[in-house]
């Protein structure tokens, strides 16, 4: 569950433009995780014999759907079987680390859990494909994948991740709602300069109705974002600084007690709290449930999250649009790009089996057969994004393809793959908040004990 434009490549810095034009990484080796037919001694390249490589990822329909793709490598490739190991989100990255530590890492996964990729590569735990890359002739291009998208999972010029999924956080609206309201739907092409932050919610206002019955409650925006630490850049505030993108997802700097930084918190929290048009944490989960969405209800007019919250949009009991992000200050960030990878580990055993699985995930019509197979997971082959963009129920696809490209130009990727340590980053911030969002403190307050714990977590 969980995409991009000119960014800083992972090694220099992650830029914020990019020509996509749609929607949107050291050894090299013999053997693969995994069982060897009997009598095989594991080297299928040169011994014709069948090898097991092992897939790892989230126990959800949306990424278990590669069990369905099997079959079809398999008969294309009779040298190779393919195991599809699964874990739950909250488990994945410690059940990750346990199959490792027994010696019994998978050969292909991607940063599924809480930890992202920076985390992965600082722990040593990737391969860098380079090698198998050259041997094979692979070529981004051949697969439709731009070439600025395989620049974020390259750290100095080693390879360490192929996308296969691109996410942009982007705004979905309920259209009944507008209309019960009277208030114009928001645009989603990008350049429209008349769509503001303050435009937002001076129309979030026209649909916020709170009463002492919560059945009759009902707000104008939920205004995620991103993730706490990242949310200030939208506002133009920089909390970590610049060569945390040369770094390997190391700062010597954060600044989240910094005059800019706390008033962009500040503002975001006045939707709660001052203007009233945002639901508490509290509230959301009373109508939605401990882990559910508060748009899905009906009781919320706009959420800007990721696009995987578009994935279930078909199935939602009112009418849905689609909008970009409004503009909040940052002439360069609007949007964040969750651009998903396919790794190999270094503890893989069979690298070039694993690399020939990867390449198949990523061919035009796997792509495209996967939006359909998985509910909606928006393809990195900007070949296969044309059909992507058709997916929706009642959404124009043209409304989609603007969404994308604008978030694609206007896009940064997201922090929790680029910062070391993020699980432990994120799980504080989600802590720490709490008593804002409830009203018990104050950003000015709390923000000089997140600034301290940030940096002791960095520099463990």
Known sequence: MKTIRIKKSF?????TSMLVVLALSGC??????GDVVPGNDGDSANSGGQVTITHYTIDSEDRTFIEKLVPDFEAQHPNIKVKIEKAPYEQFDSKLQTLIAGGKSPD?????GYGGFAEYYNKDMLLDMNDIIKEDGFKASDYNIPDDLMKIYTVKDQVYGIPVNMYVSLMLYNKDMFDAAN?????SDYEDKSWTFDKMVEDAKKMTHVSSDI??????VDFTWSERDMRPLYFGAEPYSQDTWTNGGVPSETYFNSPEVIAAYNKLFNLILKDKVSPTTEWSKSVAGQNGDAFVTGKVGMTVSGSWSLAGS????FKVGVAAVPAGGNDKVRSVLFVDPLLILKGSKHPKEAFEWIKYLVSD????????????????????AETYYKHFDGIDPADVKKVYEGAVKYGFESYNHLITHYSQINDMFINEM???DTGHSTVEELMPTIQKKVMEIINR
Do not use: M, R, W
């Open 11 to 15: 090694t220099l810095l992650l830029a």
């Open 28 to 33: 090299s080796g013999g053997k693969s995780a």
């Open 108 to 112: 292909v996964t991607s940063h599924y």
């Open 183 to 187: 208030v114009p739907y928001p645009p």
């Open 215 to 220: 059945a009759k409650t009902q707000y104008g």
């Open 314 to 317: 078909n199935d939602f009991p």
């Open 365 to 384: 019509e796997v792509q495209e057969k996967s939006i359909d197979l998985s509910g909606g997971n928006p393809p990195v082959n900007t070949k296969a």
């Open 434 to 436: 709490q008593p804002i």
